[in-house]
């Protein structure tokens, strides 16, 4: 150990202020589930990190990026080539935790002049969130397009916007067809409206070309909404429950899908604080940033606390995580589709339609909720739709109230 002058004046000991926030660290990866083996890597290549600030005489306030980064070096060098990537995660995950905990800081990126492509690109980003109100995945495609068109348009350096006609709308979307199928996917003229929306809602061009944009066909549908019968949707929820973590969360997921008609986006997106125990509500957090207060039924407010007391792990505030260390929440819903067509396989269903999605348990809920009764105002407040007008593909299933509405079969004879 050795004392010095630190640049704040104070006299202090080398070493010793980097045992807590070492300390800290290995604490919450124990808590966190991980196994001896990976702790014990950890402790090495964070002791060799804290040895190194301790040979380099550096205290909390001389801990700058340039310093970090200095010694981060010095530990990869001596590491085995083979061993270097994981070193760099472990690293990674200790220099982090000492910049929250404010003793660190990260080495400054050089400042890098925007160019107009990324101005836009800012601008753009901030109508989705604050205009439109969009999700992050939708905001992430929305950009992606951005930067598809008018690389497409003008190459490497963003040109004059005034300059687009809508032949170069057609030209683009054109080339994004393959196959000799009909086009039949909806999602890029979507977001090819959103950008010319905002380029003329933000005065960059003088037309709206979003009425430039083709509209896909779609063909009429025929069918009435897919949907399973009540008992089909018991078989494949109690399917997913099992005696342990992940049949568990499985079970509760399906199961508020089932009961409360949620779309998976709204499932993976609940929070610990969202859930109202003595009110016995639910916060469901909707399309559109649009926020609804639900009730939580008894069965399925029983299989949360089963999970949350015998299943679930980590730190995080949502609700639902994965059941692997860390135990992170859902990058995205995809897992509801892959639970729910493990769970016809298991059970020998079939499928009501060749895509397996989320969404029929939702259809079968509308649809059984119209047959015990339900108006199709009920249904809209229980689906939160926005549009009563969404609501009435589920009439064609109401077959007794179009039956008085039916005209009679023009039989001979009958014409006077």
Known sequence: MTSGENVCGETAIQAIWTAPCRQEFLERLRAQGYARCTLRTYERIVGQFCVEIEKRGLSACKLDGAAVEAVRRAILAKTNERART???????????????????????????????????????????????????????????????????????????????????????????????????????????????????????????????????????????????????????????????????????????????????????AIRLEDIDWRAGEILIRGKGKLHDRMPLPPDVGEAIVDYIRNGRGGESRALFVSSKIPYRPFEDAQILNTILRSAFEQTGLKPPQKYVGSHVLRHSLATDMLRNGASLDEIADVLRHRSRMTTTIYAKHDIEALRSIARAWPVAGDAR
């Open 86 to 268: 994981h070193a760099k995660f472990c690293l990674t995950r200790f220099i982090d935790h000492l910049v929250h905990a404010g003793v660190a800081s990260l080495p400054e990126l050089p400042a890098k002049e925007p160019s107009a492509l990324d101005r836009l690109r800012g601008e753009y980003d901030a109508y989705l969130r604050q205009q439109r109100a969009l999700s992050e995945a939708t905001i992430y495609h929305c950009q992606r397009f951005l930067e598809r068109f008018m690389a497409f348009r003008f190459g490497d350096s963003l040109g004059d916007l005034n300059a687009i006609t809508p032949d170069d709308i057609i030209a683009f979307l054109g080339q994004l067809k393959v196959g000799s199928r009909p086009y039949r996917d909806k999602t890029p003229p979507t977001h090819l409206r959103n950008l010319f929306k905002f380029l003329f809602w933000s005065g960059k061009t003088k037309r709206n070309l979003a009425n430039s944009v083709p509209r896909v066909v779609q063909p009429q549908p025929v069918n009435l909404p897919r949907y399973l019968r009540p008992d089909e949707v018991r078989q494949l929820v109690e399917a997913v429950r099992a005696d342990d973590p992940v049949g568990r969360r499985n079970y509760a997921m399906l199961l508020l899908m089932a009961r409360l008609g949620l779309r998976s986006p709204e499932v993976i």
